[in-house]
């Protein structure tokens, strides 16, 4: 028995090592190659393996670690941020993608209760695919990111009421009044043991696990906790999976899901590896190649049902047109959670063998598509707009259903002049728009999430519904008056849209652009952005900082090291591309090495205040030129040497960073 085992579980990863590696050169998601090591190994391949009750039970377990591990990475505030689009957009995401299918089921003769069945589980898509691949793209917080994680998060969470259900569905003489009161009363149990275990059990035996320090003993106490409460709701007729999500939910709100996740995340990727390969080992490759035809076709129609219930699921929560098309897409293929509950239909007689083999073989077809289909949706999702947006009422259709109209905001606001716009909302959007409410700078913001911008504008933020990759969206915002354009969003390819579009309206216009990594900037600087600041240059640039505070090293000396590697760290960004050259702009800071430009403003109880530039003479003194001076709103270039300096005027000043630093301190106070 044991060696029988161990014999299995040592094929089992050989195998999978193998095909893992070849398609890792590929780049094709691990969850596809286990399922391939499955198909391979299986009885229905070169029979290596059999099945049997050992793979069953790994799978189960992988099933039980995979619920508990997402219940505990549940946070009930990052999902409550969401909400609209988990609650409202998971529920009609599933119920539309049902519908749809219950339809084309019951056209092809199916039962009711078999087309029902089908119809969830169709509606479930594969979060381990989708979230791999956004994360691969660094596309987890973009607009589409987050709703498709959102959606999945919901889908996620409807397995356990689908596992319920599904008895219901199996048998036509079901007393329901009988089943609803047992369910309500199993679930009125479930709930008073784990509001108990939360409040006392859990707490009580985390403290004193925690007390020993002893890792082993807290991964120990972590597998008791989750297998026991699956063994729990599995006494009382319901399934082991809802028990582990119930366990994860519970230790989630607790000072120990940290810790529990990280030691329970290298199970659940093992257990969940024996998972799709025993799925893999399921599906008859005979019949796979018998039908192949009708079976990529019927994945062809898969995908476009769930690609148009997603796209109008998303539109109708009132994202553009684009972002919808990105989430419907995303969310177009069969996932990981309707095998388990495709399971429980062999078992209540809903699927019958041939529809079980057809289920298997489509749903492995559209998740080995998704990540290609994910990564080729982009083109295709712009030229669908660019159609739609020349059509009548088209514009309409792309900024989303609760765009305002734009001629209508045209006549009630005021024209802006000289100001900011800002693309994206999130906290570096937030963060510029304060910096430029305390410094007086006029400001646009653009953002397509309509939520944001319902919340703003109730706070009277200067915020407005739009995508800003089209020039209508742009023109509104004032693109040809504006003087500075900060992108703050995390979707690469549509801050380089933003860029070509702002360049093609005000080719002048000053762009500073966020990066999430330093592969981007290439290209962006090529399209001709000013300023890009990579979130991984201003991580190492804050831990250095970090590093010298904790050796002691004095303030001043690291602000003044600071400033000089920001001041060569960005030029050499700039400079990435070595075949790149830009003759017709001359960057003075690049031309001039080791030169830097800074903006200081002249302190109430500064010394220069009431000084000409003449008495100044900040060059011989300081080192510095002044290239010119804001006072207001009013910008004086090139002042003169009888230029009276005042209180609150904004110095730009030319010279090393060194000296830049010296001479903030007279800027600040008369004693300097």
Known sequence: MIPSLLANVDVLLGFAILILTIFYRFQVPPVLGFLVTGMLIGPHGLGILGGGQNVELNADLGVIFLLFTIGVDLSLKELWKIKKALLLGGSLQILLTAALVFIVCSALGFSNPTSVFLGFLISLSSTAIVLKVFQDRNEVYTTHGKTSLAILIFQDLAIVPLILITPLLAGNSINFETSFSTIFLKGSLIILVFILSAKFLIPWIFYHVGRTGNKDL???SVVFICLSTALFTSSIGLSLALGAFLAGIVISGSQYSHQAIGNIIPLRDMFMSFFFVSIGMLLDIGY?????????????????????????????????????VLTGLA?????????????L????????????????????????????????????ADFFVKKISGMTYGMKL????????????????????????????????????????????????LDSNPEIVKQEKMKDENIHYGDATFEAVLEHAGIKNARVLVIGISDAAVTEKIVETAKQLNPNIYIIARVRD????????????????????ETSVEIFVRLLEKYLVPREDIEKLVSDVRANGYRMLRKLSDNTTIDSEVNIKDELQGVDIQVL????????????????????KHGVT???????????????????????????LLGKPEDLYNIRKFFESVNG
């Open 601 to 620: 403003k002249v302190g109430n109880s500064s010394n220069f205040d009431g000084k000409t530039l003449a008495d100044l003479d900040f060059r011989k």
């Open 518 to 537: 330093l592969q981007e900037t290439e290209c962006l600087n090529a399209l001709g952005v000013d300023e890009i600041i990579p979130e991984e240059y």
């Open 345 to 380: 239909g062999i078992e209540y007689s809903l699927l019958s063998e041939e529809i079980y083999q057809a289920f298997l073989a489509v749903s492995i077809i559209t998740m080995g598509i998704t990540p290609f289909l994910i990564n080729a949706s982009y083109k295709p």
């Open 626 to 652: 002044v290239l010119s001076v804001r006072r207001g709103s009013d910008l004086i270039y090139t002042p003169q040497g009888d230029f009276l300096l005042q209180a609150k005027d904004a110095c730009i």
């Open 331 to 343: 969310l177009s293929q069969v996932g990981e959670f309707s095998f388990v509950l495709s399971r």
């Open 218 to 220: 807290f991964l120990i």
């Open 398 to 445: 792309v900024h989303g259903l609760y765009s305002e109209s734009i001629e209508e905001e045209k006549q009630t606001e005021p024209e802006l002049k000289n100001h900011l716009i800002i693309t994206g909302f999130g906290f570096s959007g937030r963060t510029v728009s304060k910096a430029a409410k305390t410094a007086g700078i006029p400001y646009i913001i």
């Open 288 to 324: 796979l190649l018998d039908h192949f035809s009708v079976l990529v076709f019927a994945a062809f129609i898969l995908i476009i049902i769930k690609s148009m219930a997603g796209i109008a699921v998303t539109f109708c929560l009132g994202y553009p047109l684009r972002t919808a």
